[in-house]
């Protein structure tokens, strides 16, 4: 499967993005699908993921009650609306697949086998 991540730009703290992650070669009814983020000078880190199977989310702490992962199989994409944005949520954002990952796998990266381009997002304070 193939990754297009696209969405990012500039945007003022407390503002929104939405950030779409566009798939084309499999269908993402296969794949657990997640966000990550890695800043400047720091790891990767996941943001959001999204079950195959029930669309269950999980959120980073860092993120919960601001960001929403959602998925359009019709569209084959994954979304992610991000509100009230601060100025550490700074980072490049990649969209990432895997297959049947288990719980104490959602946080790690090495459990997503695709990854799309990253797509930066600044927030100025």
């Known amino acids: 499967v193939q990754l297009q991540a696209s969405g990012g730009g500039l945007v003022q703290t407390g503002g929104s993005l939405r950030l779409s992650c566009a798939a084309s070669?499999?269908?993402?009814?296969?794949?657990?699908m997640g966000w990550f983020r890695q800043a400047p000078g720091k790891e990767r880190e996941i943001v959001a993921m999204?079950?195959?199977?029930?669309?269950?989310?999980y959120y980073a702490d860092s993120v919960k009650g601001r960001f929403t992962i959602s998925r359009d199989n019709a569209k084959n994409a994954v979304g992610l609306q991000m509100n009230s944005l601060k100025p550490e949520d700074t980072a490049v954002y990649y969209c990432?697949?895997?297959?049947?990952?288990?719980?104490?796998?959602?946080?790690?990266?090495?459990?997503?086998?695709?990854w799309g381009q990253g797509t930066l997002v600044t927030v100025s304070s």
């Open positions: 070669g499999r269908t993402i009814t296969t794949f657990d």
């Open positions: 999204i079950r195959r199977v029930g669309s269950r989310t």
């Open positions: 990432a697949a895997g297959v049947g990952i288990i719980m104490s796998s959602v946080w790690s990266s090495d459990a997503y086998h695709y």
